[in-house]
T-cell receptor
């Protein structure tokens, strides 16, 4: 079955450490996105990519980095520069047409220890 | 003014009643509108999309769009306890390849 796979489901980061969240899709979607959700809050856009080897900053890109070397994969690195990384991270994809919403992965819950 | 606004709730509705969720948006050229349901600790799930003024029905769900008033709503008929979740409104602005989300409305259906 087609879908989006995020891993790991839970991740613990020590102070000063970089961590990478994985996002893989087999839906043949062109566009992929990373959102952050804090408790009781909506989704805030971190980065998005509409095509391989190209990506754009979202509203809260500071302290994060991404790559898009393959159409299927869009990993997110949370760097030590991100001072408050504890949140629920959601990866999404879409065909890119305006008539379509996103398909979301199951999310990664990141906690700083 | 936020681009997409929702009442955060909580909204409490008795089982079997109609739940009404509202969303307003600020950009007049917005062209696609989506409702997502998110259970606690889970990822959002698309339940409705609407693009034209008027109503769109799918089972117990009805989405209503009024572009003149910049208003989109979701009605849930015959509410069930399993409908208890946070409902996120999302808007795609013309020419933008991304969705803007509201903060979500937490809905509780009381048996």
């Amino acid at each position: 079955d087609g879908g989006i796979t995020q891993s790991p489901k839970y991740l613990f980061r020590k102070e000063g450490q970089n961590v990478t969240l994985s996002c893989e899709q087999n839906l043949n979607h062109d566009a992929m996105y990373w959102y952050r959700q804090d408790p009781g809050q909506g989704l805030r856009l971190i980065y998005y990519s509409q095509i391989v080897n190209d990506f754009q900053k979202g509203d809260i890109a500071e302290g994060y980095s991404v790559s898009r070397e393959k159409k299927e994969s869009f990993p997110l690195t949370v760097t030590s520069a991100q001072k408050n990384p504890t949140a629920f991270y959601l990866c999404a994809s879409t065909t890119g047409g305006t008539a379509y919403g996103y398909t979301f992965g199951s999310g990664t819950r990141l906690t700083v220890v | 003014q936020k681009e997409v606004e929702q009442n955060s709730g909580p909204l409490s509705v008795p089982e079997g009643a109609i739940a009404s969720l509202n969303c307003t948006y600020s950009d007049r050229v917005s062209q696609s509108f989506f409702w997502y349901r998110q259970y606690s600790g889970k990822s959002p799930e698309l339940i409705m999309s609407i693009y034209s003024n008027g109503d769109k029905e799918d089972g117990r769900f009805t989405a209503q769009l009024n572009k003149a008033s910049q208003y989109v709503s979701l009605l849930i008929r015959d509410s069930q306890p399993s409908d208890s979740a946070t409902y996120l409104c999302a808007v795609r602005i013309q020419g933008a390849q991304k969705l803007v989300f509201g903060q979500g409305t937490r809905l509780t259906i009381n048996p």
